[in-house]
């Protein structure tokens, strides 16, 4: 080989190394900067998931599930057959949370009561809208009758305002604008005899004491029922007062001629743990007065901690 080829290929031989050298640095440089951003982006990616976690409240270890609903009705009818277990008699029952709005209802049947003197609370109702509807303001002698009404069960002042709004026509007629929509009132003078439901009681219930947006009573008209509600005598306090304190209520109490069983009723508002509730109990066939008493103030008592399970 002539010496200059001999210098040639030595010169080339010393470039090689360098050359591969700057190849790899390049090919490394390359790998290194798409590792780069591979590993930025997923790192961007998990942040952008850790956040959207974050703000949603979700848990990226726990799948998600749909909450449990609470059958009110079903455990409050399994709560009202274990109270009513002993007791002769029928018994429905319509219970309201006045603060969140959870209620639970149950009935003994398809059927109505005989109200005896809870319909009081509502014709004291019918004949506040009569008197707004004309204008004015409860007369002094209206008002006589509505506190003997309400806080002594007198009849007799009862039977005076029952001919004032009209008896079962005036009745109904009212009942139309307060939303309850079983409740029938009683043939002639009967006012006893007018039939209703525990759910119908629960919505008049909700009308004297302002619950929900549709009111037919105003705010003077319903302080007034509360007032005489909260002043019944005290040897008429017994009913849904069993279940809480702080009570404004009105109980009904009758012995049908007929069979000689008793219909006993009570409907009110009762306070307990700093919670509000509205309590319509209803029922008939007891053999006593203080035996149909008993069921009722069993029945009340085993209703309202149901509605605990709503939250």
Avoid: C
């Avoid at 759910?199 to 008209?221: E, I, N, R, S």
């Amino acid at each position: 080989m002539p010496p200059q080829s001999r210098r040639r290929r030595r010169r080339d031989q010393r470039r090689r190394p360098v050359l591969y050298a700057a190849v790899a640095s390049a090919v490394l440089l390359s790998a290194t900067a798409a590792t780069t951003v591979y590993v930025k982006a997923r790192a961007h990616d998990a942040t952008a998931l850790v956040s959207h976690i974050t703000s949603s409240g979700e848990d990226p270890s726990v799948s998600p599930s749909p909450s449990p609903t609470v059958d009110l009705d079903a455990l409050l009818a399994k709560a009202v057959r274990s109270a009513a277990a002993g007791h002769d008699g029928d018994v429905s029952v319509s219970v309201l949370d006045m603060d969140t709005g959870t209620r639970a209802s149950y009935a003994s049947g398809d059927r109505t009561y005989d109200t005896a003197s809870i319909v009081k609370v509502d014709i004291l109702a019918a004949l506040l809208l009569r008197a707004r509807d004309e204008g004015r303001s409860l007369t002094a002698r209206e008002k006589t009758y509505a506190t003997a009404m309400i806080e002594h069960s007198d009849n007799a002042s009862t039977t005076q305002l029952w001919d004032t709004i009209g008896r079962a026509d005036g009745l109904d007629a009212a009942n139309e604008r307060l939303g309850l929509s079983g409740t029938t009132g009683g043939n002639g003078p009967l006012w006893g005899l007018t039939q209703t439901t525990a759910d119908d009681q629960l919505t008049l219930l909700k009308q004297v004491f302002g619950v929900g947006d549709d009111l037919a009573l105003d705010a003077d008209a319903r302080a007034y029922v509360q007032e005489l509600m909260g002043n019944v005598e005290s040897d008429q306090a017994w009913g849904v007062s069993a279940a809480g304190d702080d009570t404004a209520l009105k109980n009904g109490w009758l012995q049908r001629s007929t069979t000689g069983l008793w219909d006993i009723n009570s409907v009110g508002r009762v306070s307990g743990a700093g919670k509000r509730y509205l309590v319509a109990v209803v029922s008939n066939g007891s053999a006593t007065k203080d035996a149909g008493i008993a069921l009722v103030e069993d029945v009340a008592r085993a209703a309202v901690p149901v509605l605990s399970a709503g939250g």
